[in-house]
């Protein structure tokens, strides 16, 4: 069973576009994340959800939003997207802000 | 410039064998060091450590926090085959709960 399943695996699309990511967990985790890995794989947090309350958002532009139906999904929407947002996105689940997380195995956006 | 850095890149062992894995960080405002185990899909959690001294376990497994020296080491006792995979160090960071600096990880691999 796939603890942390984000969908799709590899999205490709044109400028302008808006797409969304998915992002389920079957933890019974309380607190889901957004992040995106940088050109250095470091990963900067964008969006924390904690029991589908928004608790952190860094600072990301408005052309991002997540939506958090129930504490056991999280998915983020991008409008009008750029040539920057080219990234990995990664999904991560935790028991509470500040504890281990689970991570989904990412989505490779590419914007062409 | 923050960084993670671990040591050993790669190491090759026999069942049976004791390994210890480095991990030393230089972060700005630094959080917690996690330690997780990457097989083939996404990282899965081991441990996280934010208190200099305390040791955790888990089963043959354990790791060590030392935020004077700014390093953590992962011991794995009685190696199995199972064992091997990629061992990657965090250090969480920044005045948001979330950020994580990824070193490069530590490939073990367990002979039979």
């Known amino acids: 069973d796939t603890a942390v399943s984000q969908t799709p695996k590899y999205l490709v699309t044109q400028m302008g576009n808006d797409k969304s990511i998915k992002c389920e967990q079957n933890l019974g985790h309380d607190t889901m994340y957004w992040y995106k890995q940088d050109s250095k794989k470091f990963l900067k947090i964008m969006f924390s959800?904690?029991?589908?309350?928004?608790?952190i958002n860094e600072t990301v532009p408005n052309r991002f939003s997540p939506k958090s139906p129930d504490k056991a999904h999280l998915n983020l929407h991008i409008n009008s997207l750029e040539l920057g947002d080219s990234a990995v996105y990664f999904c991560a689940s935790s028991s509470g802000v500040g504890y281990g997380y689970t991570f989904g195995s990412g989505t490779r956006l590419t914007v062409v | 410039e923050d960084k993670v850095v671990q040591s050993p890149l790669s190491l090759v062992v026999h069942e049976g064998d004791t390994v210890t894995l480095n991990c030393s960080y230089e972060v700005t405002n630094f959080r917690s060091l996690l330690w997780y185990k990457q097989e083939k899909k996404a990282p899965t959690f081991l441990f996280m450590l934010?208190?200099?001294?305390i040791e955790k376990k888990s089963g043959r497994l354990s790791s060590i926090l030392d935020k004077k020296e700014l390093f953590s080491i992962l011991n794995i006792t009685a190696t199995q085959t199972g064992d091997s995979a990629i061992y990657l160090c965090?250090?969480?960071?920044?005045?948001?709960?979330?950020?994580?600096?990824f070193g490069k990880g530590t490939k073990l691999s367990v002979k039979p």
């Open positions: 934010t208190s200099s001294g």
């Open positions: 965090a250090a969480g960071y920044g005045g948001s709960q979330g950020n994580l600096i």
């Open positions: 959800y904690n029991n589908k309350e928004l608790i």
